[in-house]
C-alpha cells in the first residue's frame, strides 16, 4: 500500500448499526467506512490497493466476530467446545446424545463437574455470524490519470494539454 492511504479515524465514539445474522458485513463496513474516510481518497488507491484494505478489513471482521462467539460462551456459564455426534430418539424416554471434544483440563473439569446436571446445549458456530448485505468490492482503476500521461502523451488524464491553450 502507499503513502497516500495514510488515514485519520475522525468517526470515534459512533456505534455502527449491527445484526446478529449480519454481523461479520456489519463490522467490515464499519471498517471499511473508516477507511473511506482517509486523508486520501478512497477513489485514488488503485484497485489493488483497495482490494488489499478490504482483504485486511475481513480478516479483522472474522477475528471481531470469534472474539465476540468467544466471549459470549464464556460469559456467566462454564463451557466446554465439543462435537456434536450420534444422537439417538428415545421416544418419551428422551434422546441421547454422544460429544466429542479436546482431552484438556478445562474440557475435563467442565464437563466432570457437570455430570448428572441438568445442562442447556447451545448451538453456536462463528460461521453463523459470517454473512454479510452486500460484498465489498474494490472500484475499478480510472487509469493512470494521477500517475503519468496517457499513451499518446496528452498529458494527465482529466486536463486539458497545454497546447490547448495557445
Do not use: Y
Amino acid at each position: 500500500m502507499n503513502a497516500r492511504a495514510d488515514f485519520e479515524h475522525d468517526m470515534e465514539g459512533q456505534e455502527p448499526e449491527m445484526q446478529l445474522d449480519t454481523l461479520f458485513g456489519d463490522c467490515r463496513d464499519a471498517m471499511l467506512q473508516r477507511i473511506q474516510t482517509m486523508k486520501t481518497s478512497w477513489p485514488l488507491c488503485t484497485e489493488a490497493e483497495q482490494a488489499e484494505i478490504i482483504n485486511g478489513l475481513e480478516l479483522a471482521a472474522k477475528s471481531i466476530v470469534r472474539a465476540a462467539v468467544r466471549e459470549v460462551t464464556r460469559h456467566e456459564f462454564d463451557h466446554a467446545v465439543v462435537s456434536l455426534g450420534e444422537v439417538k430418539i428415545k421416544g418419551e424416554k428422551g434422546i441421547e446424545a454422544k460429544i466429542t471434544c479436546a482431552n484438556i483440563e478445562h474440557n475435563r473439569t467442565v464437563l466432570g463437574e457437570h455430570v448428572g446436571s441438568m445442562v442447556q446445549i447451545v448451538m453456536i458456530d462463528s460461521d453463523d455470524f459470517m454473512g454479510e448485505r452486500t460484498p465489498a468490492e474494490p472500484e475499478p482503476d480510472q487509469g493512470d490519470w494521477l500517475n503519468g500521461a496517457d499513451d499518446d502523451d496528452e498529458g494527465p488524464r482529466g486536463l486539458p494539454s497545454p497546447s490547448d491553450f495557445e
